[in-house]
């Protein structure tokens, strides 16, 4: 039980506090082990599976509106091709919480070049 005479952030000496990080070690980014560049290519990869996945279904709700024989299938192409998008946000979400390993983020390119494959094949599929 502490009485009056203890203090209550230690004994007041100096030098208790952990010194503060170098400014030579210090992140800029979310993730120390990628450089700038790196980044911004991910930013841009990132970019180009958006833009592929809303051209797409946009495309494909088009199609699957304006023509009333087989429409649904069309709408279902954008419905898979949101599907395939929303998984990949998931396993980026599982990344970023550390439940994955950041070593295989080659698996998210892998799969961000599936989806643009599947959007080019849409938009061949929905135009033929």
Known sequence: MADSKTPLLGSGQAGNAPEPPS???AALY??????????????????????MVLVSLVLSLYRGISYHYNGALYLLLGISMLGL?????????????????????????????????QGVFTDILVFY
């Open 30 to 51: 979310y993730d120390s082990t990628q450089t700038p560049v790196q980044r911004y290519l991910q930013i841009s990869f990132v970019a180009t599976v958006v833009i």
């Open 85 to 117: 998008a929303s998984l990949e946000v998931l396993l980026i979400y599982i990344i970023r919480k550390g439940d994955f390993p950041k070593e295989k983020t080659w698996f998210l390119f892998f799969m961000g070049f599936c989806i643009i494959l």
């Open 23 to 25: 400014k030579d070690n």
